[in-house]
């Protein structure tokens, strides 16, 4: 079986190249300067060639303040992007896997949020997700929508940030404050790669994956900290301690549509394995 992967290079990208990989699938895995899916021409020629099974779309535009005023450049990746993935998936019979976020809803739901759940952005980055999903719905048939939350992991070689990384980046700061009133589901990409794999034995749709439970950054923060054994000065704060560009939901739980681990077990191995790293760097 062979799949090509949009959107390679980036966080959940490279995580899930090699699980992919590992279950026996061929991958054909494309940064954005190899398959910009902003240009239908380019992206139906390179997947024709290829003429995959599955395409698994993880380009997106992710940064959820800057789209407050970039609003054009997130709807022509997270949007037109999407519809362009959705015609080839058509035109070539593939099934397509596009990732989507928590950030669909408004989060003023007190349980986790269903698939078939009312979506109602409250930024312009979910508003543009929301909108690649409605251009995949209409299409193509074979798709899975899968919204996932607080993503972090990238193993083999993501150089960006993300939560995990900025919290260990300020451990030697005098105090570090960390919101505590907002609720979500920290997801591990690779768990989140595994989970999506699980879903081609499902029908198509739309489905949630993230790691199991519940917590707030600020819980979130500890629990690294915890894990590794650092005595640092975390104080919890409020979202109006904290202004940004880009509203978020204050609770943006998934009710989960497969068996995950609890988020605090998977955190506590990609913090194992990311030590373990560092240390073998260390030592060479
Ligand atoms: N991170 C989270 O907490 C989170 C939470 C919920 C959902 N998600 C979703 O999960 C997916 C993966 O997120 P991630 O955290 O892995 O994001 P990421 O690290 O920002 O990766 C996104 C990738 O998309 C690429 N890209 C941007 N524009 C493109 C284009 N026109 N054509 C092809 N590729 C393009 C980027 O390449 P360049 O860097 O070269 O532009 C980047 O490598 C996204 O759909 C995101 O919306 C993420």
């Not at 959940?12 to 279950?23: I, M, N, Y």
């Amino acid at each position: 079986m062979k799949a090509v992967v949009t959107g390679a290079k980036g966080m959940l990208g490279q995580d899930l190249c090699p699980v992919f990989e590992d279950a026996g699938i061929f991958v054909n895995s494309f940064g954005s300067k190899e398959l910009d899916v902003t240009n239908y021409d380019e992206t139906r020629q390179i997947i024709g060639e290829i003429s995959p099974q599955i395409i698994v779309n993880l380009a997106a535009y992710t940064n959820v303040d800057k789209a407050e005023e970039d609003y054009d450049n997130a709807l022509r990746v997270n949007y037109e992007g999407a519809k362009n993935l959705a015609k080839v998936s058509k035109e070539t019979g593939a099934i397509l896997i596009h990732a989507s976020t928590d950030y669909v809803f408004d989060g003023t739901k007190n349980s986790p949020y269903a698939p078939s759940d009312k979506t109602n952005p409250i930024n312009k980055y979910g508003l543009s997700k929301l909108k690649g999903e409605e251009a995949i719905i209409e299409n193509t048939d074979k798709f899975y929508i899968v919204r996932t939350s607080w993503l972090y992991g990238g193993l083999n070689g993501f150089s960006g940030n993300h939560f995990v990384k900025t919290m260990l980046n300020l451990k030697d700061k005098d105090e570090i404050k960390v919101v505590n009133d907002q609720t979500g589901s920290p997801t591990y990409t690779v768990d989140l790669a595994l989970g999506m794999l699980m879903l081609l034995s499902k029908p198509f749709g739309i489905y949630h994956i993230t790691g199991e439970g519940e917590t707030t950054w600020y819980n979130f923060a500890k629990e690294i900290f915890d894990i590794e054994k650092l005595n640092v000065n975390l104080k919890p704060c409020t979202t109006k301690d904290f202004s940004r560009p880009a509203r978020r939901p204050a609770y943006s739980v998934l009710e989960n549509s497969i068996q995950t681990r609890h988020w605090k077990d998977a955190l506590k191995e990609y913090l194992d394995y990311t030590r373990s790293l560092n240390k073998g760097n260390e030592e060479l």
